[in-house]
């Protein structure tokens, strides 16, 4: 069974910043891409970044320049550093993972797996 785990949600005024985790589990052959999306209250799911296993990075224009996505690849973990919040960063954040998984019948499948979700809002 594969799990995605986040954390790092929660409460953080205008300008702060805050910082999400995710980590990977289960029976993970290789991760390919690992990203972050979020879904604004009424808004449909949107990307805001991705790192793939060669370095390669895509952001949202709205959080470049303050958003950062890095991985820990011994611990299957991919970061999130927010800087800089704004209001309207407030979101339902979910992790992302492109994963090749051993299922344990001697096949590889390769699947797309998302975390429950880490709840930002960003108010005064």
């Known amino acids: 069974q594969v799990q995605l785990v986040e954390s790092g949600g929660g409460l953080v005024q205008p300008g702060g910043s805050l910082r999400l985790s995710c980590a990977a589990s289960?029976?993970?052959?290789?991760?390919?891409?690992m990203g972050w999306y979020r879904q604004p209250p009424g808004k449909e799911r949107e990307l805001v970044a991705s790192l793939t296993s060669g370095g390669n990075t895509a952001y949202a224009d709205s959080v470049k320049g303050r958003f950062s996505i890095s991985r820990d690849n011994a611990k299957n973990t991919v970061l999130l550093q927010m800087n800089s919040l704004r209001p309207e960063d407030t979101a339902v954040y979910y992790c992302?993972?492109?994963?090749?998984?051993?299922?344990?019948?001697?096949?590889?499948?390769?699947?797309?797996?998302w975390g429950q979700g880490t709840q930002v809002t960003v108010s005064s």
């Open positions: 289960g029976s993970i052959v290789s991760i390919n891409t």
């Open positions: 992302n993972a492109d994963l090749l998984i051993n299922t344990g019948t001697g096949r590889f499948i390769a699947s797309v797996y």
